[in-house]
């Protein structure tokens, strides 16, 4: 059974960061592209941040320059370094493997 676990989120003031993660179970990290999701509230889901399995990076322009996604594949964990945290990055963060999603974590960046 896969599963994907996102940890990491919670309320944050602006200007401030936060390390969010997925734990995968039954699924295996290193293979094909993973990405970090988020949706605001009213708003559609859009894509964050994507990372291949040769390890490049992609960034949505939002966020480009503050955060970094990372993966460990040894144990089965994604990242997402969020620095220079802005109130328009409030939303629920997901991670997405092909056809997978973990439940969701909330981060809320407010003074």
């Known amino acids: 059974q896969v599963q994907l676990v996102e940890s990491g989120g919670g309320l944050v003031q602006p200007g401030g960061s936060l390390r969010l993660s997925c734990a995968g179970s039954?699924?295996?990290?290193?293979?094909?592209?993973m990405h970090w999701y988020r949706q605001a509230p009213g708003k559609q889901r859009e894509l964050v941040a994507s990372?291949?399995?040769?390890?490049?990076?992609n960034y949505a322009d939002a966020v480009k320059g503050r955060f970094t996604i990372s993966r460990d594949n040894a144990k089965n964990t994604m990242y997402l370094q969020m620095n220079s945290l802005k109130p328009e990055d409030t939303a629920v963060y997901y991670c997405?493997?092909?056809?997978?999603w973990g439940q969701g974590t909330q981060v809320t960046v407010s003074p």
């Open positions: 997405n493997k092909a056809e997978y």
């Open positions: 039954g699924i295996i990290f290193r293979i094909n592209v």
């Open positions: 990372i291949g399995s040769n390890g490049r990076t």
